[in-house]
């Protein structure tokens, strides 16, 4: 009786040590596979290299030292700021949803016990007080997480794949193994935007050859021009697929939309629209990239804001006071605070931003309460 106990146990465990083992073999397995588009483009990038610098500008070219050097330098330029913002992109951890947007235990309680969708959302409607939210859900409640146990801030979404919650949450991109959110959409922009320049860059340099190799027989050299044959229509065939995503990127930056709100219109306090956060072309470009221009094409964080406000509309208007640097990168003192293009000083020293002409009506949005300009760090 006592042997056949002990057997049943000892199959117990050793059932869940496999299953366990199993699952977790599974899952390394699985995050060695979303690693693969990733180590795909920095193969095909490291084939580059060996082909453009060394088979083609330093054996292809040989005797030419201008056009050597020339095509060399650019090459690392480029190349090494669309590798910078690349690794920028890829390394960059999605933004933590701050403390006071978690739930406190008690709320937490009563929520889990509340049994109607009315009592539901009076809780959370009150745990939300004083979070600088608009957006809601279909329902009109306020936006929550039951994985993350938190609430959402504006833009915010559930992650499946990185099973959190993202602060301004883009798209989860494979290409890059990571969610494309708040803390990198600049680096992923400008990963796009280098990489486009690199593959037409590539293509173009080396089309002169290219014609030669593909419209005679070159016996010198012969066993060297796949590469040259190659790197031009690789590169084309990825500046074309580029060109696409990134020009429908720059489309959302001009419209300060992600792309999960260019699919589902976010919900303010006021009802859908999918123009909530449009403050004007130049505005919305400077919330992604800063004020500052040079540091526009450099993988360093400018992004206005800190991730969890955002100047959004209401009717007409627009608030402009949650545009300031990120206060956890660069606290800012009030002549650093870009001008918008109507900009209205209020008479309390506040910063509000009306559509030109309007400088009247209250501010549709004010994220820090009666904080003045000096207190925004
Ligand atoms: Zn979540
Ligand atoms: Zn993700």
């Known amino acids: 009786m006592q042997a056949a106990s002990l057997q049943n146990k000892s199959d117990r465990i050793m059932a869940r040590w496999m299953r366990s083992s199993f699952m977790g073999r599974c899952i390394q397995c699985l995050a060695l596979v979303k690693w693969i588009p990733v180590i795909f483009v920095i193969l095909v990038v490291a084939w580059s290299y060996y082909a453009y610098v060394v088979v083609y500008c330093i054996v292809i070219l040989e005797g030419k030292v201008l056009s050597q050097v020339l095509f060399i330098i650019l ?23 701050p403390a006071a947007f978690h739930l406190s235990p008690t709320a937490l309680d009563r929520l889990t016990q509340a049994s109607s969708k009315d009592e539901k959302g009076a809780i959370l409607a009150e745990a939300a007080e004083g979070l600088p939210i608009r957006c809601r859900n279909y329902d009109g409640l306020v936006r929550y997480c039951e994985v993350c146990q938190v609430i959402k801030p504006d833009r915010a979404h559930h992650c ?19 969610c494309v959110n ?23 340099s080396v089309l002169p050859d290219f014609i030669v190799f593909w419209a005679k027989e070159d016996q010198k050299h012969r066993g060297l021009k796949i590469h040259v044959i190659f790197l031009f229509f690789v590169g084309i065939m990825f500046a074309l697929s580029l060109s696409f995503l990134l020009f429908y990127h720059m489309f959302l930056v001009a419209r300060n939309r992600t792309t999960l709100e260019a699919f ?23 919330q992604v990239f800063g004020p500052d221009i040079l540091c526009c094409f450099f993988p360093t964080h400018t992004a206005l804001g800190d991730g969890t406000s955002f100047p959004a509309r209401h009717g007409n208007r627009v608030s402009y006071e949650s545009i300031t640097p990120a206060r956890s990168h660069s606290p800012v003192s009030e002549t650093q605070i870009p001008m918008p293009e109507d900009p209205c000083r209020r008479s309390d020293g506040d910063f509000a931003f009306y559509p030109p002409g309007n400088c009247n009506g209250d501010l549709a949005f004010h994220p820090h309460g009666n904080s003045k300009l000096s207190d925004i760090v």
């Open 160 to 178: 499946s794949v990185c099973t959190r919650c993202v602060l301004k949450m883009d798209h989860h991109c494979p290409w890059v193994n990571n």
């Open 75 to 97: 090459y690392h330029l480029i190349g090494g700021l669309f590798m910078w913002s690349y690794y920028r992109t890829i390394f960059t951890p999605p933004g933590q949803v």
């Open 182 to 204: 708040f803390m990198n959409y600049k680096y992923f922009i400008l990963f796009m935007f280098y990489a486009f320049i690199f593959c037409i860059y590539v293509s173009l």
């Open 264 to 286: 589902r219109e976010p919900i303010l306090i006021d009802g859908p629209n999918k123009r909530a956060f449009d403050i004007g072309i130049l505005n919305n470009i400077m």
